[in-house]
């Protein structure tokens, strides 16, 4: 059974950065697309970014300018850098790994932006 794990997360200063990582238990094939996800208490889950293997990158309109994506397809490892941290970026943060080799999530990582 493939894991994906999540770390980075905690508590961090309005305007503050943190930088996930999520990484896969053992090697996925066939993954060509990877992305990150928030879900704050009481709401839906959120699209955050993604990286599309070989087409690039997109971003949520909240996050645009603040947060980046980067990742290796081949260790199956992705990263969100956020930075200027608002407290409605609060929420647990979800990695997400999909393709031919199958649809992975993590179990989530909490973020808190507070004084």
């Known amino acids: 059974q493939v894991q994906l794990v999540e770390s980075g997360g905690g508590l961090v200063q309005p305007g503050g950065s943190l930088r996930l990582s999520c990484a896969a238990s053992?090697?996925?094939?066939?993954?060509?697309?990877m992305g990150w996800y928030r879900q704050a208490p009481g709401k839906e889950r959120e699209f955050v970014a993604d990286l599309i293997r070989g087409r690039g990158t997109n971003y949520g309109d909240s996050v645009k300018g603040r947060f980046t994506i980067s990742g290796d397809f081949a260790k199956n490892t992705v990263y969100l850098q956020m930075n200027s941290l608002k407290p409605e970026d609060t929420a647990v943060y979800f990695c997400?790994?999909?393709?031919?080799?199958?649809?992975?999530w993590g179990q989530g990582t909490q973020v808190t932006v507070s004084a």
């Open positions: 997400n790994e999909r393709g031919d080799g199958g649809d992975y």
């Open positions: 053992r090697t996925i094939l066939g993954i060509n697309y």
